[in-house]
């Protein structure tokens, strides 16, 4: 097994710093360094686990940009946590937010400039931008309405879905649609966050993008759904012969049927 450099642990390290700094700047509860320092443990021992099942003995340059957005992020959990029993820093949110949204397009940049990109940074982008959207849901939740909770849960019901059913897990093809929607949801929750707009009207844009979120995954389930693999059955086996039929009559070999759909 190939030895796995120390590219997670830094990261857990870094994260450990940020929430230090921001236990200076605005204050940090008990709960929230629990949660923020479980976040990093968890994203430590699941990179490096990825690390380890693709080959990767390192951190490509765009995973450690991924890597300095996940320890934003977990900046945002941990603020995230004390806002439900004190006013949320909201400068502090809005700008840990915006860097991590920032850096949301340099990744990318960096991987194909660098002729980097591989599955694991793809998905550890997806996972980091996922939970991001959801942390932002909670955040806005309180005065939005509990149904903005659906546009962080729309990534992780498709994946319990594709725990059910099979064909839920085939691998989708390219969609630059797909990446503008789940930008727009970054973007429209961090202006939640920040209170810029009239409620009314945010309120409008967060339900403009939950039914942009919905299309998009409806798109792809649909694709899912009609490309799905099918499967063969085989025929009912043939009825025995009859006690009287002759000794030389053999039954009939059973045939494979047509293609059935899943």
Do not use: N
Request: with cysteine.
């Amino acid at each position: 097994m190939p030895k796995v450099q120390s590219g997670p642990a830094i990261g857990l390290m870094v994260q450990i710093v940020l929430l230090a700094v921001l236990d200076q700047i605005v204050g940090l509860s008990a709960a929230s360094w629990l949660v923020g320092a479980a976040y990093a443990a968890g994203t430590c021992l699941m990179l490096t686990r990825g690390l380890r099942r693709s080959g990767a003995t390192r951190l490509g340059p765009a995973d450690r940009v991924t890597l300095t957005r996940a320890i934003l992020v977990g900046g945002v959990t941990a603020l995230t946590v004390d806002s439900f029993t004190r006013p949320a820093p909201v400068t502090v949110l809005v700008a840990l937010t915006a860097v991590a949204l920032a850096l949301d397009a340099v990744d990318g940049y960096v991987a194909r400039r660098t002729g980097t990109a591989s599955a694991l940074g793809a998905r550890f982008d997806m996972e980091v931008d996922a939970f991001l959207i959801l942390v932002l849901c909670l955040l806005v939740a309180p005065w939005a309405g509990g149904w903005v909770l659906a546009i962080g849960a729309m990534r992780y019901a498709f994946v319990v879905a594709s725990w059910l059913l099979p064909w839920m897990r085939a691998p989708l093809p390219p969609r630059y649609w797909r990446k503008v929607v789940a930008a727009t949801q970054g973007v429209v929750l961090a202006l939640a966050v920040a209170d810029v707009l009239p409620r009314p009207v945010m309120t409008a844009v967060l339900a403009a993008a939950l039914a942009l979120l919905v299309e998009s995954f409806g798109h792809d389930v649909g694709w899912l759904w009609r490309h799905r693999p099918a499967r063969i059955v085989a025929a009912p086996a043939p009825a025995p012969a009859p006690a009287d039929a002759p000794a030389t009559e053999a039954p009939a070999a059973p045939r494979l049927a047509a293609h059935v759909s899943v």
